[in-house]
């Protein structure tokens, strides 16, 4: 061969050795551990049995770990206080959300932190109470811990309580029993694997002069974290709130905050209605409802994936009557259909079934139509049936709120500037995964 032609060839599988690895394998395209991310956090949760406490506490700053996961983000939530009586006060309530994915592991870390906590009229104290839930994962194994969980400066009934073990109960008596590091696992470690730790559980099952019926139950510190290497087609997302309010006037951001919340996991509720209520919610002449439900619902099948919010309220009435309806609904409705041989998909999204009975704002009754904005004189405004829907082939959403009051200038109810307060407000998503 000569000598110049054998020298090109050499050159040319010289160069071929160092770019076809590259073609290959370009950097940065390492496919992820596949899986889906899982787990919430909130300060304090009381069950519907608790009765006003429930809709004091709602789940209180809860945030919820998205499906994909937070990117190495850390996403939080706080609020400055609880205040629910004798039954529960708090100081500051710090929630997050974090996680971490590479071609080999998956991490996630859920944390709630609360400070200046008394419980049951001071039966339970403690300086400090982090709940913490971890999950990690590799191409093998799953696996869970509360590492970084703990108290400060815990006592009970009036005694110090210097270690606490794993599910420890301890009697109240003339209230119940509350269980400390409440923790569950879950999942066979190879293709799922989850746990939730609540730092206090307590059961009432006594007559109690704190007038906490029997079967209440309230929680504080919660934290859960979960990985599934199960991949669905479909995720879902989404809340119902029977109403919500914003505001530096503590009387409304403690009564109301966001009352009976209901909410979505990202793998949906596989066919079943959660659902959460409340009575006799007032917040002095500000705001009142009689009774509220929410509920979330979702299905998936292998075609078709649907999810839908909903939020019904008896007799409401806001800014001393200013604005007020015997009842409201609202739903969001979306759905997906997915075509696995095609790889593509259809999605639908609506509000209707969304109503009012007897709508009357400042002495006016109110024909209704979407996002209808309302001068409230020396107040604001309100906006009648707020809603959107987006759709396509990514899925589709849906959100509507049948009243969002805003607060624009000073008013002889007191209420700052900046106020929001929204009724029956709920959202929902189906998308593709």
């Known amino acids: ?47 519907a049995k608790a009765g ?10 809860r945030i919820v770990c998205p499906c994909p996961g937070t ?31 590479t071609s080999t592991s998956a991490y996630v ?35 869970s811990n509360n590492s970084g969980s703990g108290f400060t400066g815990l006592t009970v009934l009036g005694k110090p309580v210097a270690k606490v073990s794993v599910n420890s109960r301890i009697n109240l008596p003339g209230i119940g029993y509350a269980v400390l590091k409440e923790t569950t696992r879950r999942g066979d470690g190879v293709s799922s694997g989850s746990i939730v730790r609540n730092m206090v559980h307590v059961y009432v099952n006594t007559s109690n002069s704190l007038g906490l019926p029997v079967g209440a139950q309230i929680i504080v510190g919660h934290a859960s974290s979960s990985f599934a290497r199960t991949v669905a087609n479909t995720i879902f997302s989404g ?36 659902s959460h209520t409340a009575q006799n919610v007032t917040a002095g002449g500000l ?24 939020a019904r309220i008896t007799s409401v009435s806001l800014l001393g009557g200013r604005v007020r309806a015997d009842a409201v609904t609202s739903v969001a409705h979306t759905s997906y259909s997915y075509n696995p041989a095609t790889g593509k998909g259809s999605a639908t999204a609506t509000t ?52 969002h009051v805003v607060v624009t200038q000073a008013n002889s109810l007191g209420l700052p500037v900046g106020t929001d307060i929204r009724i029956a407000s709920v959202a929902d998503s189906t998308r593709k995964y």
């Open 1 to 47: 061969m000569n000598r110049s032609i054998y020298r090109l060839v050499l050159v040319w599988l010289l160069c071929l050795s160092f770019v076809l690895p590259a073609l290959a394998t370009p950097a940065g395209a390492a496919t992820p551990l596949p899986g889906i991310f899982g787990g919430d956090a909130y300060g304090a949760w009381a069950n």
């Open 52 to 61: 006003q406490v429930s809709t004091e506490i709602g789940k209180a700053a």
């Open 71 to 101: 990117g190495g983000k850390i996403h939080s939530a706080s609020v400055n206080s609880l205040r629910a009586g004798k039954a529960l006060t708090t100081g500051v309530v710090t929630n997050t959300t974090y996680t971490t994915r």
């Open 109 to 143: 870390r859920d944390t709630s932190s609360l400070t200046s906590v008394s419980l049951l009229g001071g039966r339970i104290r403690a300086s400090s109470i982090k709940a913490v839930a971890i999950t990690s994962a590799n191409a093998k194994s799953i696996s």
């Open 239 to 274: 809340y119902a709130y029977a109403a919500e309010a914003h505001s530096r006037l503590s009387v409304l951001q403690d009564k109301i905050g966001r009352l009976a919340p209901t909410y979505f996991s990202c793998v949906g509720t596989n066919g079943k209605t959660w």
């Open 287 to 310: 705001a009142s409802i009689d009774a509220a439900r929410t509920t979330t619902y979702s299905n998936r099948t292998s075609s078709l994936s649907e999810a839908q919010a909903t």
């Open 352 to 403: 209707g079934g969304s109503s009012f009975t007897n709508l009357v704002i400042a002495g006016k009754r109110i024909t209704v139509k979407p996002n209808l904005k309302v001068a409230l004189p020396g107040i604001g405004y309100v906006v009648v049936y707020e809603r959107s829907t987006s759709s396509g082939t990514w899925g589709a959403s849906a959100k509507v709120t049948m009243l």
